[in-house]
């Protein structure tokens, strides 16, 4: 039986759900995202979002490929791989000549090592702790009463850089409480954050190397403003792409793109 023109890749993340759908030559023709992950409806959602964007049927998805946290609660899907593998698969195919990427998540934050034929080669991921991932600027938001996708506005707009000494999230929370309450501006209090956050992930690229081009990736990828203050912490550029979210999503599709011609 010939490959039919669609792939499906799956990401069932912590937080958010992603799905991408590619043609027989890997190009997304669509990306739908809902925010809420695995062992909630979120899959099942981001799957129909997809398929509609389409303009498809499930039946005419050839070969469906799931990844992330939950990528073992999709048995509907003809295969799983790990978001690692998936990732350095999309990153590559999105930045060819990519060689580090950092994945911030909801819940981790990764440091990928991809070698010069784009496949991964060693990684680093920070430990249990929420600080430097996706959680932590939840937390963060949630204090200043706005969304994470405004905490890059805030940043553009600071003057000076406010010192959060705390690495923990919960006395971060408390610390930045109190600054508010001592009348430091908002936007200098988000620039600490993200401060703090890149001191976190250089601290895991340092531990692999910082080698050109660099990529970002997860959702993370979305703020702006915490992409600038990595460029300028590591001195070179952070590349992203729309697609950056989906990432894992879009290496799943590619995985299952891959299979199908293979079989
Ligand atoms: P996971 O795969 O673990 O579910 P994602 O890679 O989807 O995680 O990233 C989720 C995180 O991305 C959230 O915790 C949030 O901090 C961040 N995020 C999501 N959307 C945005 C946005 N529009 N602007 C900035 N940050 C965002």
Redesign the pocket.
């Known amino acids: 039986m010939g490959c039919s023109p669609l792939y499906l890749g799956i990401?069932a993340?912590?937080?958010?759900?992603?799905c991408v759908i590619v043609d027989g030559a890997g190009t997304a023709v669509a990306s739908a995202?809902h925010t809420s992950?695995a062992g909630t409806v979120g899959p099942q959602v981001a799957l129909d979002k997809a398929l509609a964007q389409a303009g498809a049927g499930q039946s005419e998805v050839r070969f469906a490929c799931a990844t992330?946290?939950g990528r073992h609660l999709l048995p509907w899907t003809d295969m799983q791989m790990s978001e690692l593998s998936c990732h350095a698969k999309g990153a590559t195919r999105l930045f060819p000549a990519v060689r580090t990427v950092v994945?911030?998540?909801?819940?981790?934050a990764k440091v990928l090592r991809i070698d010069e034929r784009g496949r991964l080669e060693n990684f680093v991921m920070n430990d249990k702790c929420a600080a430097g991932?996706?959680?932590f600027?939840?937390v963060m938001?949630s204090v200043f009463g706005c969304?994470?996708?405004k905490?890059?506005e805030y940043d553009a707009q600071a003057q000076n850089i406010a010192s959060i000494s705390s690495t923990c999230t919960v006395f971060a929370e408390s610390e930045v409480i109190s600054k508010m309450a001592a009348g430091e501006p908002i936007p200098d209090i988000v620039a600490g954050i993200h401060a703090s956050v890149v001191e976190r992930t250089y601290g895991l690229m340092r531990r692999l190397g910082v080698e050109p081009d660099v990529a970002m990736?997860?959702?993370?990828a979305?703020?702006d403003g915490l992409r600038k203050r990595l460029e300028a912490r590591i001195g070179r550029p952070v590349r992203t792409s729309t697609l950056s979210?989906f990432n894992?999503a879009f290496g799943a599709a590619l995985y299952a793109l891959e299979k199908c011609k293979d079989k």
């Open positions: 990401d993340g912590s937080t958010a759900s992603k995202l992950g992330g946290y994945d911030i998540g909801g819940q981790d991932t996706g959680r600027l939840d938001a969304t994470v996708s905490l890059s990736t997860g959702g993370v979305l703020n979210q894992g």
